[in-house]
């Protein structure tokens, strides 16, 4: 018998959250009408993301998804298209909505955003100010004085404790990004440690909490 915890029955150090907040009916309350831009960068986290995505459409928010290259080589955007009901925004060139900067007209409308997972390397674009992928694009135009972009970081231990991305976790912080997680717990490269993105209705919890103000 291996003697390290399965995918499925790691013993997660996150505070445990109701089940509750995976409930499409409780949702509705917190969710029911709102934007929401969810940006996803090129993690193993990214199949976590599909369960944000689909109980976030069912309590009625419109969800509308971003993702870089990297994150297209994990989930393919016809999963987010077919979850959020809307189109993906997977280039910052593709004309989705309309011919204007529509960038800006979506993050006008945004009442929250979440990017998750989110990799050391658009931790690092989104604290550096770099806006050259369509996440970090739209990130960048919204405001975030008035609406809440949370990050869901999602790596490696040893990329996690890096100390390049222990800084970029507090600037992000005191730049006014919300942070969930990570957790600790079993990760993809089969080690166990710190890094491992929320769980999916931590994820749900703390975006309903933000949005709340
Ligand atoms: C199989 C595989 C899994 C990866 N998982 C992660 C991860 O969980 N977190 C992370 O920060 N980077 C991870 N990376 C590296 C990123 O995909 C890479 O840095 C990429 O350039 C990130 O681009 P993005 O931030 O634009 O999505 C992984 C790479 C590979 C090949």
């Known amino acids: 018998m291996p003697n390290h915890p399965t995918q499925d029955s790691c013993p997660s150090h996150e505070p445990r959250v109701a089940q509750d907040w995976l409930d499409p009916v409780l949702l509705r309350s917190h969710f029911e009408g709102k934007s929401i831009f969810v940006g996803i960068s090129g993690g193993i986290a990214a199949y976590k993301v599909c369960t944000i995505v689909s109980r976030l459409a069912q309590a009625g928010a419109q969800v509308t998804v971003g993702m870089t290259s990297a994150a297209c080589e994990f989930v393919g955007p016809t999963t ?41 390397n658009t931790l690092a674009n989104l604290v550096l100010g770099r806006a050259d ?81």
Request: glycine share 10%; with cysteine; net charge negative.
């Open 80 to 120: 987010f298209g077919a979850l959020s009901g809307n189109p993906v925004y997977t280039s910052s060139w593709a004309q989705i909505e309309s011919n204007d900067p529509q960038h800006i007209a979506l993050a006008d409308r945004c009442d929250g955003a979440l990017v998750a997972p989110c990799t050391m």
């Open 133 to 213: 992928d369509v996440v970090s694009l739209i990130v960048s135009a919204i405001d975030r004085k008035k609406t809440p972009v949370l990050i869901a970081p999602a790596m490696n231990e040893v990329m996690w404790n890096q100390p390049s991305t222990q800084r970029n976790v507090e600037q992000a912080m005191a730049d006014g990004f919300g942070l969930v997680g990570p957790g600790d717990g079993w990760q993809a490269c089969r080690h166990a440690g710190a890094g491992r993105m929320s769980e999916p209705q931590a994820c749900i919890e703390a975006l309903a909490d933000a949005l709340r103000g």
